[in-house]
């Protein structure tokens, strides 16, 4: 069983920064990929960002690749996603997630969420 725990999230002007960082608990964080995935109001969640068990491999949603980075620290059990270039129809709840497979998952372990918003 693997607990998340997201922070970071925040209200940002439209070309902003962020960095959400995500917590696991556990001591088999290693063994999970990780992704983070997004919801704005009205619409379904979509995938973000993921990244492989060792951190060697990532993927990115085209709607953010170039702006967005994620990385992980194992030995701190945590995920993060450094955000540039912020963009207003980047408002949304975002969610990590902890799962077998970097990018298809499943991803059997949700977070709560954080709120991202960002004003024009």
Not at 75 to 95: C, F
């Amino acid at each position: 069983q693997v607990q998340l725990v997201e922070s970071g999230g925040g209200l940002v002007q439209a070309g902003g920064s962020l960095r959400l960082s995500c917590a696991a608990s556990g001591r088999t964080f290693s063994s999970y990929a990780m992704g983070w995935f997004r919801q704005a109001p009205g619409k379904e969640r979509e995938f973000v960002a993921a990244i492989s068990r060792s951190g060697g491999s990532t993927y990115y949603a085209d709607s953010v690749k170039g702006r967005f980075t994620i990385s992980r620290d194992n030995a701190k059990n945590t995920v993060y996603l450094q955000m540039n270039s912020l963009k207003p129809e980047d408002t949304a709840v975002y969610y990590c997630a902890a799962g077998l497979w970097a990018p298809a998952g499943p991803y059997d372990y949700w977070g709560q969420g954080t709120q991202v918003t960002v004003s024009s």
